[in-house]
């Protein structure tokens, strides 16, 4: 499969209504957007399956020209829960089958919709091999059933892509992972493509309507980095196509979203518009400032209080145990 090279996000973000992100969806889809990464989570496949089938039916697009891609969320991680979301992803996605398929996050540990920064589950645990590898296994079985045309991950580590793929008996077509100039994940990065794995890279100008619960004094904006900045005025444009123009020259797949009309038009063009020279390519390097900007804190478990913990920032899966009705860390 050929990915193009600009996708379409579809996170509405817990601003954009299932309405405003199926209108995005619908104008980008005829400005000649081909790709769009959907998810159950974000409440909005049947609004976008309107969208879909309309142009189906009025032959604005062909089903095969399209690549529609969802994820199952961490609630339905349970033995047969998989093939339940993702056969309900596909009939209110109206497509028939999806294009790719991911394991939206490597544990089963989920929110509310619209919930702070310091919502916690109870039931939520840390990242264990086996737990994966079962999910996995009912991932691979929708390949196997052609359901889906690829199976893909999301928001995995080093150290967990590590611990997982001999494991697999299908690789993971692609990772989604967070990517953007000041976040350039690179270790993990050159692991993917080593690995053969299609890299689609999300909040890729940063995500600068993200939730409230995704956002802390410390984060650094990169439509406001002086770099990117003072490359965008060299192009007359706006620091947001830079991000993408970088995204683009670097050979992943970027998904922005956008609601705005002109947004949506810019980011497709950008590709044929820009084009970054190599001094721009390594003064954007620069800017890298590891700036995660998706913690994940209301993912973490009892007994953790960081989000870091989520991460393995020591190269290391730690090994956690539940003792006294809580996990504690095993220190090596
Ligand atoms: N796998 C995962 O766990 C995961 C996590 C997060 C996100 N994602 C995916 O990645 C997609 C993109 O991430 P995101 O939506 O969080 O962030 P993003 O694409 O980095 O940023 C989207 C925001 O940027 C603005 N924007 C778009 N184009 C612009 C332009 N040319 N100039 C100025 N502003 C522009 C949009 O504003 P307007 O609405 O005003 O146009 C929108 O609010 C999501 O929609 C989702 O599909 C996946």
Known sequence: MELPRIGMGTFGSDRYDEKTVANAVKFALEAGYRLFDCASVYGNEAEIGEVFARAFASGTVKREDLIVMSKVWNDMHGAGKVT??????IEDLRVGYLDVYFLHWPFPNYHAKGCDVTSRNADSRPFFVEDFMAVWREMESLKIKGYV????????????????????????????????????????????VREGIKIIGYCPLGSPNRPERDRTAQDIADTESAVIKDIAGKYGCHPAEICLAWAIRKGHTPIPFASKERNILNNFTVGDRIRLTDEEMAAIEGADADNRLIKGQVFLWKGSDDWRDLWDLDGKIADWRFVNDKWIKKEN
Request: charged residues 25%; positive net charge; aromatic residues 6%.
């Open 149 to 192: 045309k690829e199976i893909a991950m999301s928001n995995m580590t080093v150290a967990k892509m590590k611990a997982v793929l001999p494991l697999c008996k299908i690789k993971p077509y692609a990772h989604e992972m967070e990517l953007h100039p000041t976040f350039s994940q690179k270790e993990l990065y050159d692991l993917c």
């Open 84 to 89: 339940e979301s993702c056969l309900k992803s």
